[in-house]
């Protein structure tokens, strides 16, 4: 896996993708003279730099899936602003829109669902070369046969339909498609959930290896947060609609200040079953998007929660100019260690 020192220098610079107060509410009707909404995504602000992995991880229901979506040009945002290499999304020309969506491109978590039946694994490939009328015939099907190669698929697959292959191999033609324009950044949505967890690994170990190769961005959507550990750079954590904990992954991990982030990581199974820690566990389930809690929106889930969480939304806290959570119980742990070094230096001058 990639070295974190050195990514984090290569990362530095600009964001190639830059997403700002994004809202996305979905109308509803509630029988005959009701209306309501979701609230799928609510004030989402991250980025991510050329060559970089962010994860986005959280429960089922928190709003990642939709929020990638957005990211993509899938779905429209009822609010807020996308960037893509500094360029507002929304403003651009129709040109520019087409441009957007060569640069951007999905990888979904069930490959059967963008894999044409009909369709041999070549003419998947191909298909966005043809759309876009990328060089000639030949060397159309050159591409096809590089692409194929790079994600370590043997040509001679390249007649069968996607029936005749495995999960794991139906994923390789997805992700060979998504590359086939030279994308910059790739949207994964839980590339690998659908898939047994010896494949897992292989897929994992592809991505990292494209992000290496191809100097690849990456959005790597998922809900188990030992999937993404040895893959991010960054971890983004999501709770219904927001984000509540955004990091670099080795501090997320082994410092985690959301009572949130914590439970997801405490759900990991450790190598040692006989090993005794103090865990955080979720009980209950994630609340409705159509009415979300008040003030912090995981307070009802919380153990840790006091009076300020259920009536005040918290802000995000910067812990250091990598490290933010919205939490207001962390926050104040914060203030306390802050007071503490302040007193301890106050007393060791005077």
Known sequence: MTDQASTVNDHDGAPLLEVEGLVKRFPIRRGLFGSGSVHAVEGVDLHIRPGEVLSLVGE????????????TGMSKPTAGRIRFAGEDVALASR?????????????????RSSLDPRWPIERTIREPLDAYRVGSPADRTARVAELMDLVGLPRHLSARQPRQLSRGQQQRVAIAA??????????????????????????LNLLDELRNRLKLALLFIAHDLSVVEHLSDRVAVMYLGRIVETGPVERIFASPEHPYTRALIDAIPHADPGRKMSRIRLTGEIPSPVNPPSGCRFHPRCPVAIEQCRTVDPPQTHFDQTHSAACHVAAAGLAQRTSTISALSKGATS
């Open 60 to 71: 089922s229901g928190s709003g990642k899936s939709t929020l990638g979506a957005c990211v």
């Open 95 to 111: 040109r520019g829109r087409a441009q957007f969506r060569r640069r951007v491109q999905p990888v979904f978590q069930d490959p």
């Open 178 to 203: 998504a590359l086939a324009l030279g994308p910059e950044l790739l949207v994964a949505d839980e590339p690998v959930s659908a898939l047994d967890v010896s494949v897992q690994a292989q897929i």
